[in-house]
């Protein structure tokens, strides 16, 4: 049920908190990927998303957004990661998720 005193403009404010992330992301080239024009492609999408659907607390969705983005943008970023951790990224990845899905009846808490 929803609460009669919750901001009615939450979706909005996590949508421009998002967006501003990523274009900060961009404007600071924190992924080493070049000029900010770079930054926008469909990999930086799943990216964005994960930033959405982490401010709204759904931590499952948004590691692995996150982790899919970041995989499929990897070969055009300069900074590259070593063969080691590139064998362990998935590995890391999948507990990541596991704590996220421990973490799960915390957040859904907080969202009430």
Do not use: C
């Amino acid at each position: 049920m929803k609460e009669h005193n919750s901001n009615p403009f939450n979706g909005i404010a996590k949508l421009l908190i998002s967006l501003g992330l990523v274009m900060l992301i961009a404007r600071l080239d924190l992924f080493r990927l070049g000029e900010p024009s770079d930054y926008f492609a469909w990999e930086m999408l799943l990216i964005f998303f994960s930033i959405f659907n982490l401010l709204n607390l759904d931590l499952v969705f948004s590691v692995l957004l996150f982790a899919a983005g970041f995989w499929f943008l990897m070969p055009e970023m300069t900074l590259q990661l070593t063969p080691f951790y590139k064998s362990i990224y998935w590995p890391s990845v999948l507990v990541v998720l596991g704590i996220a899905f421990m973490l799960r009846p915390l957040t859904k808490r907080l969202k009430q």
